[in-house]
């Protein structure tokens, strides 16, 4: 069996159309696929977690003089006010991914 066989699927382009190896008709034929329901759900999520962590960038941004100002903080301190909050999405990222990496590396240990 050629990878051709595996490959194709009713609507594929014949061979002969300029895509010369298999990795050019995947790409063709996965581009041509509908997103799901599904998908559609897992772009939302990531769009509104986007949405709140640029808000939360945007908005110290503009807070950060008035901030400074009020509580009479050197540029020094101010910048160490601005990296927390990068420190925050490192911190919020890597407690959240912890268990699904501690899952699979205990799943890939198993023996079969």
Do not use: K
């Not at 509908?34 to 769009?47: K, N, R």
């Not at 945007?58 to 160490?80: K, N, Q, Y």
């Not at 490192?90 to 899952?103: D, N, Y």
């Amino acid at each position: 069996m050629q990878a051709q066989d595996v490959i194709g699927a009713p609507g594929d382009p014949p061979i002969g159309n300029g895509l010369t190896n298999t990795s050019d008709r995947i790409v063709a034929r996965l581009e041509r696929l509908p997103l799901t329901s599904y998908q559609h759900g897992i772009f939302a999520i990531v769009a509104t977690a986007w949405l709140f962590d640029s808000v939360d960038l945007a908005s110290l941004t503009f807070v950060l003089g008035s901030i400074r100002e009020e509580f009479g903080l050197s540029t020094r301190d101010a910048g160490l006010l601005s990296s927390m909050s990068f420190i925050g999405m490192f911190l919020g990222a890597s407690i959240v991914a912890l268990p699904p990496t501690v899952s699979a590396a205990q799943l890939c240990s198993r023996s079969v």
